[in-house]
T-cell receptor
Framework: SQTIHQWPATLVQPVGSPLSLECTVE??????LYWYRQAAGRGLQLLFY??????ISSEVPQNLSASRPQDRQFILSSKKLLLSDSGFYLC??????????????FGPGTRLLVL | AQTVTQSQPEMSVQEAETVTLSCTYD???????LFWYKQPPSRQMILVIR??????QNATENRFSVNFQKAAKSFSLKISDSQLGDAAMYFC??????????FGQGTTLQVKP
């Protein structure tokens, strides 16, 4: 079964600073990968998803970008953070051998606070 | 577009008793999956149970079961013999032809000893 790692676990950044959050996956190859954001006490919003290396789809226009430089690595970035970027960021994985509707598995998440 | 609605922001249950969390959804698709995820204070999302829409039989996982009413577009979660460790936020989610998960707003479950 797959294991999803996210780094860092917690991050406090000043407004205007850059951001890089990393997600790595073990135990599966060529997974579909997803970035979600969760505001406090709210549901999850899909930000980006990727079906393969270099293939990124954006769901919501925003201050963030994503990249997939390796098969099992998914990175969320920003050049200049905004206060509204604060939240809890979750990476998810869906193994490729299963259908589109199959279960997504989540990493432990990163808490981002922009001050 | 598909939507998922959880109308109960908060619920509470006495330890060892049964509680039901509600979820409704809207879709024009006929083939889809539905999920319940649990988010404890650690905030990691944990899969509780899933239901394939083409299956008439309700899914069951130990103390967790669902009541799937396809015509009514309803997907409730029943937790039997509630335990203190069940306290968490519960999210209902939908996955259709796009493969993207659409989440409800969540229900916070409190378990009283």
């Amino acid at each position: 079964s797959q294991t999803i790692h996210q780094w860092p676990a917690t991050l406090v950044q000043p407004v205007g600073s850059p951001l890089s959050l990393e997600c790595t996956v073990e135990g599966t190859s060529n997974p579909n990968l997803y970035w979600y954001r969760q505001a406090a006490g709210r549901g999850l919003q899909l930000l980006f998803y990727s079906v393969g290396i270099g293939q990124i789809s954006s769901e919501v226009p925003q201050n963030l970008s994503a990249s997939r430089p390796q098969d099992r690595q998914f990175i969320l970035s920003s050049k200049k953070l905004l206060l509204s970027d604060s939240g809890f960021y979750l990476c998810a994985c869906r193994p490729p051998s299963r259908g589109l509707r199959e279960t997504q598995y989540f990493g432990p998440g990163t808490r981002l606070l922009v001050l | 577009a598909q939507t998922v609605t959880q109308s109960q922001p908060e619920m509470s249950v006495q330890e060892a008793e049964t509680v039901t969390l509600s979820c409704t959804y809207d879709t024009s698709e006929s083939d889809y999956y539905l999920f319940w995820y649990k988010q404890p204070p650690s905030r990691q999302m944990i899969l509780v149970i899933r239901q394939e829409a083409y299956k008439q039989q309700n899914a069951t996982e130990n103390r967790f079961s669902v009541n799937f009413q396809k015509a009514a577009k309803s997907f409730s979660l029943k937790i039997s013999d509630s335990q203190l460790g069940d306290a968490a936020m519960y999210f209902c989610a939908y996955a259709g032809n796009t493969g993207k998960l659409i989440f409800g707003q969540g229900t916070t479950l409190q378990v009283k000893p």
